[in-house]
């Protein structure tokens, strides 16, 4: 056991260092360009997709360096390494993966040179944690798949060119898992309808996408027919460490306190009132065992032992910080707390209320809390499937 | 950076949960802990295998090995609820090795490497308060030596112990009073777990000589409260995963309307939640383990964390350990409630889940 790190990572994480104090000026000072030439240098650095073979335009970047560049930027509150958050985290890993040379060829350069954004089509109206049970239909007619149906809280729908799209080729099945087909879709294509749909934040982030007689060639078909649920198992497989998420809670964490210091509960400062210290300091202890919990299983990647469901056990902290933290601010401030932006006494300019109306983004988006509770319960305790 | 053990360490954590296993399975636990809490023949066995010495320097024959190591030895012993007074044992040598002068050393570290003695340590005198404060037996000068007062009313171990170190106000402040178990009167007191017995010792009047008074800053009684702290949740990883395997085999295993109650959600999510608690106050406590001789700027924080979140957690691992099972699981025949009577006696060893979390707070700058 040891925390240190060698020569050459801590040589790295100077490096990144230097990097983001020479590119990344005070939010004031960036201009309109100011995104096009971070993106531009983060990929001449071969950081985007930093860990994808070399041959793909990645840097075959190690485990503990991937570490040290997402902590580092997560701490510089830096912008993203590319435009595509889905295309790098599994859309890509899944093309390289599985696709054909052609598609390698066609679709990674452009994800690492944030050209094309990707988002993922997944959830039907009928069909959410229930994924497999899929019913959006593909029939193939020659050498083009014809799509008919609808996929729904679709993120970046909106703004995105491509989409990564789960169909079904084949409806008589002995498993929900057979018969699931693997589409990649241009956005505009026709017969593709987008309709926006604004959260309770007021936000447009996600969609319904309606999907009428599109035709998308057999060439774009990631994987083999039927083979849908391995190839979206195995992207999603791909989904981010939560180190840079840690990173990101201890910040949340350091600004929670700083309210605290700055906020007054029936006259008194709050940082004096045994329940406000409490409060705080277990939402420090979850975060902290995120952290510890997340260093173990990296420990356990890096002796190639493969994860299986434990990541599920951040996300459980996660999705419950997620929810009480900005709730505990909000509460905290009172009727100042209530005021969103542009309120004469919103507090730290309504940031806390407005992300304390975004939960759902991590709580619901990548898994509910119960389908976490049952892969533990099932995959890692051995309980029998509901 | 690698957050993992050796080969040595996993090695080590399989020979005590064999030992267990083995040499003292719960049958046997509850024998033991119903006469009092030692055995002087598996007690001989363990300090055979070296697993008394952990701490102690080579030179006084001991390992030289780190309170990670301890950690190691004591997790897997309280998978099988060990009532052997090995963490008092590992507690006394860190006193000694903290607050002793190189004649104290010799005298008594090699034999308490070998388990020839058994050693124990008293803190604080005020129940759920850690303070310099919360200690109030004394030791005054008299003749060569001291004369003590006062009492100590709970002392882990203490009926078992040959050696007891005391915490008392002494005349230039805090320090420890080393006495034989024969020098003062020990009274067993019952508690909620018997598998960690708990007495009380009379000191008043008693007469040590001037090499048995031990200085101790405050400083150094925190280090101590914090190793104890350490312990005592090392143990707590330990009888939780236990509880959390018992648990889960049952409810593999019990069938009720047709399913085992496993397959049931109300049941298998509260699994899942015992075991996000279990893993979270697992790596917490890890890290306070290396913290202890690697960081040990550190070690007050991430006790801290550690113990703060494992209190409350163990404790509801042993209420739903114990509720899942149903009615079997309040029967004193079943074992499941001896590792939710484990939870009780954790909760307030070496500071509460609120003493933790307001030094937390504190540490952390509100
Ligand atoms: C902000 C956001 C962004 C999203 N982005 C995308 C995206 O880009 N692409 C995409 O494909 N999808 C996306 N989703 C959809 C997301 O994956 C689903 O919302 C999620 O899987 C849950 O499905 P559902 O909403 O249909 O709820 P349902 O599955 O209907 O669940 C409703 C409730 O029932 C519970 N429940 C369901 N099944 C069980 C069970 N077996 N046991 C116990 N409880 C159960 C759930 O926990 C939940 O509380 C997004 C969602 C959100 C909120």
């Known amino acids: 056991m040891d925390f240190d790190y060698t020569a050459e990572e801590n040589a790295f994480r100077e490096e990144v260092r230097r990097f983001i104090d020479d590119n990344l000026p005070p939010k004031k000072e960036r201009d309109k360009n100011f995104l096009a030439t971070w993106l531009e240098k983060v990929r001449a650095k071969g950081w985007v997709g930093f860990s994808w073979p070399k041959e793909f335009g990645g840097s075959a970047g190690g485990l503990i360096e991937q570490t040290i560049l997402r902590e580092e930027m997560a701490l510089a509150k830096a912008p993203p390494l590319g435009t595509s958050m889905m295309g790098l985290a599994w859309v890509g890993p899944g093309i390289m993966e599985y696709g054909t040379e052609e598609q390698k060829r066609k679709f990674i350069p452009d994800i690492l040179d944030s050209k094309v954004t990707w988002c993922t089509g997944y959830s039907e109206p009928n069909h959410g944690s229930d994924l497999a049970a899929i019913q959006c239909k593909a029939e193939l007619h020659g050498d083009n798949y014809i799509v008919n149906g609808q996929k729904i809280w679709t993120t970046g729908a909106p703004w995105s060119q491509w989409i990564i799209l789960l169909t079904r080729t084949q409806f008589d099945v002995a498993s929900k898992h057979d018969g699931i087909t693997c589409l990649l879709v241009p956005m505009d294509a026709p017969g593709v309808e987008v309709r926006p749909i604004e959260n309770m934040a007021g936000d447009k982030h996600f969609a319904e996408i309606f999907f009428t007689d599109v035709e998308v060639p057999v060439e774009h078909r990631l994987g083999a027919e039927g083979d849908g649920w391995k190839v979206t198992v195995s992207a999603l497989a791909n989904e981010r460490s939560s180190i840079g998420e840690v990173t990101q809670m201890f910040a949340k964490l350091e600004n929670l306190k700083e309210l605290v210091k700055s906020t007054k509960k029936q006259g008194k400062p709050a940082h004096e009132d045994p329940g406000v210290r409490r409060k705080v300091a277990q939402f420090e202890m979850k975060i902290a065992a995120m952290k510890y919990n997340g260093l173990r299983y990296l420990t356990k990647q890096i002796k190639g032992e493969p994860l299986s469901s434990e990541t599920s056990v951040n996300k459980l902290h996660r999705a419950s910080l997620e929810i009480e933290m900005d709730d505990f601010a909000v509460e905290l401030t009172g009727q100042a707390g209530l005021q969103l932006r542009g309120g004469e006494d919103a507090v730290d300019g309504g940031t806390w209320s407005k992300s304390a109306l975004n939960w759902p983004n991590v709580v619901i988006g990548g898994g509910t809390p119960n389908i976490q509770r049952n892969i533990i319960a099932e995959r890692l305790l051995g309980m029998p499937k509901d | ?366």
């Open chain 2, 1 to 366: 950076m690698n957050f993992g053990f050796t080969e040595e360490q996993n090695l080590l954590r399989d020979q005590v949960e064999r030992f267990m296993q083995d040499s003292c399975p719960i049958t046997r636990v509850r024998e033991i802990s119903d006469a009092g809490g030692f055995d002087a023949d598996l007690w001989k066995q363990i300090g055979e295998l070296g697993w008394l010495g952990l701490l102690i320097p080579e030179a006084f024959g001991g390992l030289g090995l780190k309170w990670i190591d301890q950690v190691v030895v004591l997790e897997a012993a309280a998978t099988g609820l060990c009532p052997l007074p090995m963490a008092s044992q590992a507690l006394a040598s860190t006193a000694i090795l903290t607050c002793a002068n190189d004649d104290q050393k010799s005298n008594w570290l090699p034999q308490l490497a070998r388990g020839e003695a058994v050693y124990t340590l008293g803190l604080y005198d005020d129940a759920n308060w850690i303070d310099p404060a919360a200690i109030t037996a004394t030791a005054k000068a008299s003749g060569d030596g001291y004369v003590l007062g006062g009492k100590k009313p709970f002392v882990n171990d203490a009926g078992s112990a040959d050696y007891l170190l005391l915490a008392v106000q002494g005349p230039n402040g805090l320090a420890l009073a080393a006495v034989a178990k024969d020098e003062v009167r020990i009274t067993a007191q019952p508690t909620m777990d018997n598998t960690k017995p708990m007495a009380s010792v009379d000191l008043e009047d008693v007469q040590i000589g001037a090499d048995r008074l031990l200085p101790m800053t405050a400083g150094q009684l925190y280090h101590l409260t914090d190793c104890g702290a350490l312990a005592v949740t090392a143990e707590m990883v330990g009888a939780g995963s236990a509880m959390l395997e018992l648990t889960g085999e049952y409810a593999k295993q019990r069938v009720q309307f047709g399913k085992p109650i496993g397959q049931y959600q109300g049941v298998k999510h509260r699994l899942a939640d015992m075991y996000v608690d279990l893993e979270s106050y697992r790596s917490l406590c890890y890290f306070a383990g290396w913290c202890a001789d690697d960081d040990p700027k550190e070690l007050a924080r991430a006790v801290s964390l550690a113990k703060g979140y494992a209190s409350d957690a163990f404790n509801q691992i042993g209420i739903d350990g114990v509720g899942l099972h149903g009615a079997i699981g309040f029967t004193a025949e079943y074992d499941a409630q001896l590792f939710l009577k484990r939870s009780k006696w954790a909760r307030p060893m070496f500071g509460d889940s609120d003493f933790h979390l307001d030094r937390v707070a504190s540490l952390g700058g509100l």
